[in-house]
């Protein structure tokens, strides 16, 4: 289904497992269609449906090894739990993965990455988690933007008063400690701090 003018779809990570995935392994109704079927890790991302510059979701089992796509999914950081609010359990586990390109000389990494979702069952009798026996997935894949250097030329340009530099009638500024509304999990660009950090260590590699 497409999306009206001036609609996103933007489900959290906990809405996208317990909303879409869970009813999808279950074969209930969707809140909405909104998310197609595809074999997300056989295909390019260029070749995806959607909008490029838009996060775009997709339904695939498992099983597949993107063998067909020029290129392969990589792993960056940890599984990530999925907690359901309320119940405070954990239904899912999020990964990221860089889309890394074949090259005749080496393998490249991309700016293409994308959350896989899955479901997780909670059996309170035997206090363990399994893996549901849905064979579903769901993706989420986006592009890393990058950083514009004319952006950070301008700001190196600005002048940076110092404590001798500012006027008197100014206060000092005081330190303060950062609240918990300020503090986000996911960046900008779709990867949190681990997974970002993972990606950094994996381009010096490479």
């Not at 317990?18 to 109704?29: C, E, F, I, T």
């Not at 090894?65 to 940890?78: C, H, T």
Request: aromatic share 10%; hydrophobic share 30%.
């Amino acid at each position: 289904m497409k999306m009206p003018i001036g609609f996103r779809f933007h489900p959290t990570d906990e809405e996208l497992v317990v909303h879409y995935l869970k009813r999808k392994a279950l074969s209930l109704p969707l809140p909405a269609s909104v998310i197609s079927e595809f074999d997300v890790l056989g295909t390019h991302p260029w070749s995806l449906p959607g909008e490029v510059n838009e996060k775009r979701y997709f339904f695939s089992s498992r099983g597949r090894d993107g063998g067909g796509s020029g290129g392969y999914w990589k792993p960056i950081g940890k599984e990530k739990p999925i907690i359901e609010t309320g119940s405070n359990e954990v239904v899912g586990m999020r990964r990221a993965l860089i889309f890394c390109g074949r090259k005749p000389s080496n393998h490249t990494n991309t700016r293409w990455f994308l959350h896989q979702y899955r479901l997780l069952h909670f059996n309170s009798t035997q206090m363990v988690k399994r893996e549901t026996d849905g064979d579903w997935l769901v993706f989420q894949v986006f592009q890393r933007k990058r950083k514009a250097r004319k952006h950070a030329a301008k700001m190196a340009t600005c002048i940076d008063f110092t404590a001798e530099d500012r006027p008197v009638f100014y206060p000092p500024p005081q330190p303060t400690s950062p609240s918990s509304s300020e503090i986000t999990e996911v960046s900008p660009n779709g990867l949190d701090e681990e997974e970002s950090s993972s990606f950094i260590t994996s381009c010096i590699r490479n």
